[in-house]
């Protein structure tokens, strides 16, 4: 249900060295500007995740390799609190790849 003028967050926890083609700051910001024209997207990184979460239609979040589980639940739990949707890198790509991958990805768990 994205549209114009929407805004998107994509998330990530750590402050790692960013390559020509990052996941998270090229890859995904790409698909989003082919596929969702005046979609806004910024970025968060690091350990803070204080920006005004309810101004967002859509979280999208590393996998949280570099904190532990704690810390990504309370994420979590501050997304469902405003009611903001939060998905992962992973579940983002094979979604935009198509219906048939997103079911080939989530089929282990049932979903």
Known sequence: TLKEGDKILITEACNHSR????????????YISEKYKGVIVEHSFGREFDK???NYKLIIHCGGCMVDNQKMLARIRDLE???VPVTNYGIFLSYIQG????R???????L
């Open 19 to 30: 390559i020509a083609e990052d996941i998270g700051t090229v890859q995904i910001p790409n």
């Open 52 to 54: 005004d979460l309810e």
């Open 81 to 83: 609190s405003v009611g």
């Open 99 to 102: 219906k048939d991958v997103l």
């Open 104 to 110: 080939r990805v989530l089929e282990p768990f049932n």
